[in-house]
């Protein structure tokens, strides 16, 4: 089975610029989580979506980071414009229903560096 | 409030020692669930183990093991016999409860670093 898919796994920019990260859940999953990890705060969520509703966007830092869900197997996290301070890893999750799991399996990150 | 506490930041030992990577955790829910995950150098997240807060029964799974310790709120994970390729961060996190198969989201401790050398 594949497991969360996203993509780019490196991505370089320049501050002002647009970027969109791009996660596939694992098919089946009904729950998505978005996490930032930086040296800083470590492993922090953004966001997740349940059922492709975002739920609890309480760890979107402002309104530069904005995450859609358009169908069960697609979301995208957008930073207009980007900042040096956004470079870190981002992490996509998804996770099944209860009867199945409670356990959330991770994509292999997005690496984001803003010059 | 929520919090995981690892307490070692950075863990050394030599291949076949055994190390215990140490997890305080805190919640007023009744219901949570605990998780350990292992982050290689390569940088993807890893599933190790999911324990609910009902289950105090420790785990054991090939060289690793787990104390769930409710009293204590301590989740502790041991590596029996280390080897090179067990060198990562760990993370220990806290899950909020679903209700009606919403939330969970996770709150993660800051990460053990574990060197093991040849």
């Known amino acids: 089975d594949a497991g969360v898919i996203q993509s780019p796994r490196h991505e370089v920019t320049e501050m002002g610029q647009e970027v969109t990260l791009r996660c596939k859940p694992i098919s089946g999953h009904n729950s998505l989580f978005w996490y930032r990890q930086t040296m800083m705060r470590g492993l922090e969520l953004l966001i997740y979506?349940?059922?492709?509703?975002?739920?609890?966007d309480s760890g979107m830092p402002e309104d530069r980071f904005s995450a859609k869900m358009p169908n069960a197997s697609f979301s995208t996290l957008k930073i207009q414009p980007s900042e040096p301070r956004d470079s870190a890893v981002y992490f996509c999750?998804?996770?099944?229903?209860?009867?199945?799991?409670?356990?959330?399996?991770f994509g292999p990150g997005t690496r984001l560096t803003v010059l | 409030a929520q919090k995981v506490t690892q307490a070692q930041t950075e863990i050394s030992v030599v291949e076949k020692e055994d190390v215990t990577l140490d997890c305080v955790y805190e919640?007023?829910?009744?219901?949570?669930?605990l998780f350990w995950y292992k982050q290689p150098p390569s940088g993807e997240l890893v599933f190790l183990i999911r324990r609910n807060s009902f289950d105090e029964q420790n785990e054991i799974s090939g060289r690793y093991s787990w104390n769930f310790q409710k009293s204590t709120s301590s989740f502790n994970f041991t590596i029996t016999a280390s080897q090179v390729v067990d060198s990562a961060v760990y993370f220990c996190?806290?899950?909020?409860?679903?209700?009606?198969?919403?939330?969970?989201?996770?709150?993660f401790g800051q990460g053990t670093e574990l060197s093991v050398k040849p």
């Open positions: 919640t007023r829910d009744t219901t949570y669930y």
């Open positions: 999750a998804s996770r099944g229903d209860r009867s199945r799991t409670d356990t959330q399996y």
């Open positions: 996190a806290l899950s909020e409860p679903l209700i009606y198969n919403q939330g969970g989201k996770l709150i």
């Open positions: 979506f349940n059922n492709n509703v975002p739920i609890d």
